[in-house]
């Protein structure tokens, strides 16, 4: 058998390059209600943005695209003093690689990351309560029944991925890609706009494989039917958990009337947090990488061809 970095190297000269990872909150299936179905090999591949003007326009020489995915069903998240169980959450992105070498992602319309909320443990009354200042106090007397407790948290996409590291996706200890993200947190009396980071200031995710991934190749039709000599390539990193230390937690914002919460909910949860003191693990993830087998091929409609095979497969 041929070593793992040989195997790889030969994998993504097949694809025509990349693959990548992904990290977030969650408790059940991640909603892709508004995407596509897909049949066969392109299964995976339900948000990748083929329409998107850049991914459009690549020839297949300067420019070759591909489409990322990346799930996991569950695992754990530790903001400052809290920690939260998380469920199943999906990133997609297109990646456009460039002739000399780098590479830009594009995000889907909707953002690259979708998770299902979290449950926070205790709620409000474990977010903020006992109190002895009077405002937060009256608030945690206040809470009656569950649903005025509950708080659920859940992570949002706040830009577009960066940073890809095309071979760490298949290695271990290396940082796949950069994640920008916020969390909402959600509650009654925390009213609609409460948060943990935000677009000018967002939590950024650097997930990495702990161990090395299993790989796989599989060659396809454009319309997503398996066949060993099919136009279309996909490769598959399976079976790795990935975690990320690094990421630092601002403070919280927008809690309650005019935020009049924020410094309750920093407080108890033990936030802003520094780098080193939260933890991000991601289990069992599942990384998918398509493209064209030979994209030099269809010189100038590398972009455009994808984009009509992807189309092939919806259901």
């Known amino acids: 058998m041929r070593p793992v970095s040989n195997r790889l190297s030969a994998a993504l000269l097949a694809t025509g390059t990349a693959l990548t990872v992904l990290g977030a909150v969650g408790t059940a ?14 299964a995976p591949f339900t948000r990748c943005p083929v329409d998107d003007p850049a991914m459009l326009a690549a020839d297949g020489r300067a ?34 690689q460039h002739s000399g070498g780098t590479s830009t992602l594009v995000a889907p319309a909707g953002g690259a990351l979708v998770a299902d909320p979290a449950d926070i443990p205790g709620g409000l009354l474990g977010l903020m309560c006992p109190s002895d200042i009077p405002v937060v106090s009256g608030i945690c007397q206040g809470i009656t029944n569950a649903s005025l407790n509950r708080v659920t948290a859940t992570m949002e996409s706040v830009g ?19 994640i920008p993200v916020r969390i909402h947190l959600q509650n009654p009396l925390l009213g609609g706009s409460c948060y943990l980071g935000s677009a000018a200031h ?10 090395v991934p299993k790989l796989g190749i599989q060659r396809f039709d454009g319309n997503g039917t398996a066949n060993t000599a ?86």
């Open 29 to 42: 299936s991640a909603d892709t209600t508004s995407a596509s179905q897909l049949a066969g090999d392109w």
């Open 63 to 96: 420019d070759i695209v591909q489409c990322i995915a990346s799930h996991s069903p569950g695992g754990s998240i530790k903001l400052g003093n809290t920690d939260v169980t998380t469920g199943a959450s999906d990133l997609q992105v297109g990646v456009i």
């Open 160 to 178: 577009t991925p960066s940073d890809f590291q095309l071979t760490a996706g298949a290695t271990s200890g290396q940082p796949i890609l950069a």
């Open 202 to 211: 967002p939590i950024v995710l650097r997930p990495q494989n702990v161990t």
């Open 230 to 315: 099919g136009v279309m390539n996909r490769l598959s990193l399976t079976g790795a958990d990935q975690t990320d230390t690094t990421f630092a937690v601002p403070g919280a914002s927008g809690c309650g009337l005019a935020g009049l919460l924020d410094w309750a909910v920093n407080l108890k949860t033990g936030l802003p947090s520094a780098g080193g003191r939260n933890n991000l693990v991601l289990n069992n993830a599942s990384t998918y990488l398509a493209g064209l087998h030979a994209p030099g091929t269809v010189v100038p409609n590398n972009g455009k061809l994808l984009s009509q095979y992807w189309h092939s497969a919806a259901q």
